[in-house]
């Protein structure tokens, strides 16, 4: 068979039974189909000697589709870093929720013939860029496909900032923090905090406060291509983060600047042809089916 994804890379949830026997199924399965298949480091075993096993990085530079195998969380450390080379990724649900990796396990090799054949609908989502600056130079960065969450390290713990959109001041702000979510993460920790679902093609970022000194204070959408800066008060005590997808924490000290915009990345999610992201939504959220 002619496949339109020739290198296909495999990444998984580490020491785990379930995604560990999902991996040797799909292996088996790409080997029939003819594809040249990698591992992530991470997953791979002393039995799949015929694999050869790769960092992240690697796996980006070259394959053509990256399955991720585990839960949403999976997907959003992999897409991080594989948006950079745009690779075509798809998702394998072993984790809770899956509005990312959502190919059920038993019907992988179902979906992934197909896939494999040119049936398959593709959707980018944009990232954002996150730099936190200290007397004007850069003192860390990195990107996150759902959130940016400007916290403090103590619970309940209030903290002051400014936000600025395209260097115009817009709202200071007395708060447990601040969520900047994209259209993809506002199925995540921003609708936890009651922010808007955004669906994902629109070019939006969603600034959410959380737990605000003001009954004032309510969610603000604004363009995703838009330059974001925060600017935390020189009377912060408590040691401050910005957190990235739950994941990577960026330390902020009193009177640094947090810049946020859209990433020139974009990552390219590759779904069965029949995929909704409004049947994805019902199922996930126990929405109402329809009444006829």
Request: net charge negative; glycine share 8%.
């Amino acid at each position: 068979m002619t496949s339109v994804f020739n290198k296909v890379g495999i990444v998984g949830k580490a020491n785990h039974s379930e995604t560990q026997q999902t991996v040797d199924t799909l292996i088996n399965f790409l080997t029939q189909q003819g594809c040249d298949i990698y591992l992530e480091q991470k997953v791979a075993t002393p039995k799949q000697i015929q694999v050869k096993a790769l960092s992240l990085v690697e796996l980006g530079e070259i394959c053509d589709l990256v399955i991720v195998v585990g839960g949403d969380g999976n997907m959003l450390g992999a897409a991080r870093v594989l948006a950079r080379y745009n690779t075509a990724v798809i998702g394998i649900n072993r984790g809770n929720l899956g509005f990312l990796t959502d190919i059920s396990p038993d019907a992988c090799e179902t979906v992934l013939e197909q896939v494999l054949k040119g049936h398959f609908s593709t959707e980018e989502r944009f990232l954002l860029e996150i730099e936190v600056h200290r007397h004007d130079q850069i003192k860390c960065s990195n990107t996150a496909v759902n959130e940016a969450v400007l916290h403090s390290d103590k619970v309940a713990h209030m903290i002051e900032f400014e936000v600025y959109i395209n260097d115009k001041f817009v709202f200071s702000q007395r708060a447990d923090g601040l969520i900047m979510s994209t259209p993809t993460g506002s199925t995540a920790y921003s609708l936890s905090g009651g922010g808007p679902i955004l669906t994902p093609n629109l070019n939006a970022i969603c600034l959410l406060p959380m737990f605000p000194h003001s009954l004032a204070n309510r969610p603000l959408v604004v363009d995703a291509s838009s330059d974001l800066r925060l600017v935390v008060s020189n009377k912060a005590q408590a040691q401050l983060g910005v957190t990235c997808d739950g994941h990577v924490a960026l330390p902020v000290l009193q009177g640094d600047e947090i810049r946020v915009k859209k990433s020139a990345h974009l990552l390219k999610l590759i779904h069965p042809e029949d995929y909704s992201y409004f049947s994805v939504l019902r199922r996930k959220l126990n929405w109402g089916s329809k009444l006829y």
